[in-house]
């Protein structure tokens, strides 16, 4: 079954405590500090394949977690790391937050994005010596991660999208030019699923998609219209087909319905709008009035600036004229493509691109949050640091508390304009603001 939606559920891994242990030497009278570090938790990514080509495995499943990480060991052997997941999506995949916003769009073969990484493993206490703390007997517990929900929506990748009114012959055409094999029937709305089709020009191919039936107000939901024009917004070409049996129907004009499609991809996205395209009069087999057939391509030319064919899918008039077109029309735009993509590797051999580490970065940006007399801290690296200290053991606070003085944090927090004796809370640690 197709579906080209799905929402789930993610959580990479947690890190895996550090553990506190001594080496007790053989004369009885020394101990050294040998707790390892915990591993850190396995990340969660999101690739894209050719493999698959719709999103119904996600209806089954919907929550991904990937591995945590081992606890550390005694003799200073540190824990593993918890194995990452990959999740395998259709090229085409874009995801999305529950906002809607777009993450990442994973428009190609190879694609992959760490959606989720890894929590932090805990230091076991052989990492906490120093001159004046020779024994320490604590050890940082693993970071916890926290699950969360993204959207996954599938874009088919296509060169060339037919778009058309329901029952325009859209699937026959598709089922004569590739080896796709749609379901074919005599009344609208047959195709409620996108179809895919590879055609084959001497030893060269491309992808054809036979989208939906459009209505009008489909950019508006109107048919689920909204849902299938989605599917055109990757293709190279757009190919207009029209309903030839409407010109012996007087009470349906060809040229209102060439309008309407029109309109409707130029409400639904500009961009998509623009893209090249042809227009196809269909079904001509059964018009006997040759000449009023083509007065009308000559109006659809004169109107679009674009090719029209004349097509029967049945009897398949026009087709080869078709396709030999549309092949050098998509070999001239993968020729362009080409151009881009060399012109951007030379300019990426120019410059290097640099990436900062987010991790260093949450210290810059403190937030605080005034709730009576009590001052909420939200920064990621403080919540961290102290979710992964052992409150409850007494020698770890004290390391804590050493650390965010260290950190100036005291200070900071004044600047900010939280007084002293102020309560402050920083994740699960509450404490007040004194010299």
Do not use: C
Request: glycine share 8%; proline share 2%.
């Amino acid at each position: 079954m197709f579906l080209d939606e799905a929402k789930i559920n993610i959580k990479s891994g947690n890190g895996g405590n550090g553990i506190v242990t001594f080496f007790n030497l053989k004369s009885g009278r020394r101990k050294i500090p040998s707790g390892g570090n915990g591993g850190k938790g396995g990340d969660v990514i999101i690739e894209a394949t050719r493999d698959l080509s719709t999103l119904y495995v996600f209806k089954k499943k919907i929550h991904f977690k990937a591995e945590n990480g081992k606890n550390g060991e005694p003799n200073n052997r540190n824990g593993k790391n918890g194995k990452d997941l990959i999740i395998k999506v259709p090229v085409g995949t874009i995801i999305k937050d529950v906002k809607e916003n777009i993450i990442v769009d994973l428009g190609s073969p190879g694609d992959e994005i760490v959606i989720a990484e890894g929590g932090i493993g805990g230091k076991g206490n052989s990492s906490f010596v120093s001159s004046n703390r020779r024994f320490p007997a604590f050890a940082e517990i693993g970071e916890i991660m926290e699950d969360f929900w993204i959207n996954l929506e599938l874009r088919l990748v296509a060169d060339v999208a037919l778009v058309g009114f329901p029952n325009s012959g859209k699937s026959t055409i598709i089922s004569r030019i590739s080896a796709a094999r749609p379901k074919i029937a005599d009344y609208p709305f047959t195709t409620l699923t996108p179809n895919l089709g590879v055609v084959t020009v001497d030893d060269e191919n491309f992808v054809v998609t036979d989208v939906p039936g459009l209505i009008k107000d489909a950019h508006k939901g109107m048919g689920l219209g909204d849902k299938f024009l989605r599917h055109i917004t990757r293709s190279m070409i757009l190919a207009v087909v029209l309903d030839g049996q409407r010109i012996i129907d007087e009470r349906q004009d060809i040229i209102e319905t060439f309008n309407i499609l029109r309109e409707e991809i130029r409400l639904y996205n500009i961009d998509v709008y623009k893209k090249d395209y042809v227009v196809l009069i269909n079904k001509i087999d059964l018009v006997a009035d040759s000449d009023k057939l083509n007065k009308i391509k000559k109006v659809l030319e004169n109107k679009s600036g674009k090719s029209v064919f004349l097509t029967s899918a049945i009897t398949g008039q026009g087709l080869d004229k078709l396709i030999w077109d549309l092949y050098k029309k998509v070999a001239r735009y993968r020729e362009e493509l080409q151009k881009d993509k060399d012109i951007e590797l030379k300019k990426q051999e120019r410059v290097k691109v640099y990436s900062l580490d987010k991790r260093n970065l949450e210290m810059e940006k403190i937030k605080i949050e005034k709730n009576n007399n009590e001052y909420i801290v939200k920064n990621k690296k403080l919540e961290r640091l102290v979710a992964m200290t052992d409150l409850e053991n007494e020698e770890a606070l004290d390391y804590l508390k050493y650390r965010l003085k260290k950190m100036g944090i005291a200070d900071r927090l004044k600047k900010m304009g939280v007084s002293e004796g102020s309560t402050v809370i920083i994740g699960s640690l509450v404490f007040s603001l004194i010299e």
